[in-house]
């Protein structure tokens, strides 16, 4: 796998931040999620993308949360 897993290319879905080596777009992942649907299903459902990509974005995602706490704390202030 490489180092980077999300990839952003204008001729791929105009740009849209994807999965990288494939066509599926990162929101899929949290629109999944959202919805209650699990890791495995989504997995299932796109079977071009890695456990391993997945976790890596979860672990992206969450460093950027602790990291924003001033942002976090101005919007519910």
Do not use: C, H
């Not at 649907?37 to 890695?50: A, M, N, Q, Y």
């Not at 992206?60 to 202030?77: D, G, H, R, V």
């Amino acid at each position: 796998m490489q180092n980077s897993v999300i990839n952003i290319d204008k001729d791929i879905w105009g740009g849209t931040p994807v999965f990288t080596g494939t066509r599926v777009p990162i929101k899929n992942l949290f629109d999944y999620l959202e919805t209650g649907d699990s890791i495995e299903t989504f997995l299932e459902d796109f079977e071009s993308v890695k456990r391993e990509q997945v976790v890596k974005i979860l672990e992206m995602s969450k460093q950027l949360i602790e990291t924003s706490t001033n942002i976090l704390n101005e919007n519910f202030a």
